[in-house]
């Protein structure tokens, strides 16, 4: 089994920066690739990014690309995502997702999810 844990999340004003942590615990096979997913309110999930364990990242969401860095920590089983130039359209629900392989970042079909860290961006 997996657990996931986010910290980092808060209030913002649009302009500024947050910095998003998730620790993993359990199996490590099952944290090969780790990712973020955020879900605006009325909205649908959408995955934001993913990084495997040998670092290789993919970033899902344009609206993001430029602005949000995502990162880990293998030695920590943790991984951050580093958001600049928040926007309002930033506000929402950000959950850490593991699993095997990244696959599962296409349709939200991760193993393991979080229980999610509000971030709230203010204009």
């Known amino acids: 089994q997996v657990e996931l844990v986010e910290s980092g999340g808060g209030s913002a004003q649009a302009g500024g920066s947050l910095r998003l942590s998730c620790k993993g615990s359990?199996?490590?096979?099952?944290?090969?690739?780790m990712g973020w997913f955020r879900q605006a309110p009325g909205k649908e999930r959408e995955g934001v990014a993913s990084?495997?364990?040998?670092?290789?990242?993919?970033y899902f969401s344009d609206s993001v690309r430029g602005r949000f860095t995502i990162s880990r920590d293998n030695a920590k089983n943790t991984v951050y995502l580093q958001m600049n130039s928040l926007k309002a359209v930033d506000t929402g629900m950000y959950y850490c997702?593991?699993?095997?392989?990244?696959?599962?970042?296409?349709?939200?079909?991760?193993?393991?999810w979080g229980k999610g860290t509000l971030v709230s961006i203010s204009s």
């Open positions: 359990g199996s490590s096979s099952n944290l090969n690739c």
């Open positions: 990084i495997y364990e040998d670092g290789e990242i993919r």
């Open positions: 997702v593991a699993d095997r392989i990244c696959a599962g970042m296409r349709g939200a079909r991760m193993d393991y």
